[in-house]
């Protein structure tokens, strides 16, 4: 069992910047690949980054190549997500997950090949 809670959402301008944590408690001795996905109001729940478990292999989603930046640190047992030049397009709840039968390979860049979930942070772009 892998708990996960996302941190670093808020309220911020267009070209701002942000960063989320995710940080995993639990079976953390296990080699996962790590997401972070997106939810916009009325809209289906999105790929934007993962990482897998050594941390030398990402994956961006093209609408945030360039300006996100996803990034681990596994002797804190936390997945960062950096976010640049935000814009109001990227608001959204933003959730971190875990594939926990990756073997720390990226296998999925769709949400049904996560098995574990954070509650998710909210991010608001303003214009």
């Known amino acids: 069992q892998v708990t996960l809670v996302e941190s670093g959402g808020g309220l911020v301008q267009a070209g701002d910047s942000l960063r989320l944590s995710c940080a995993a408690s639990g079976r953390t001795s296990s080699r996962y690949a790590m997401g972070w996905f997106r939810q916009a109001p009325g809209k289906e729940r999105e790929f934007v980054a993962a990482?897998?478990?050594?941390?030398?292999?990402?994956y961006e989603a093209n609408s945030v190549k360039g300006r996100f930046t996803i990034s681990r640190d596994n002797a804190k047992n936390t997945v960062y997500l950096q976010m640049k030049y935000l814009e109001p397009d990227d608001t959204a709840i933003y959730y971190c997950?875990?594939?926990?039968?990756?073997?720390?390979?990226?296998?999925?860049?769709?949400?049904?090949?996560?098995?574990?979930w954070g509650q998710g942070t909210q991010v608001t772009v303003s214009s």
């Open positions: 990482i897998n478990w050594t941390g030398d292999n990402t």
């Open positions: 997950a875990a594939d926990s039968q990756s073997l720390g390979v990226v296998r999925y860049i769709r949400p049904m090949g996560y098995d574990y």
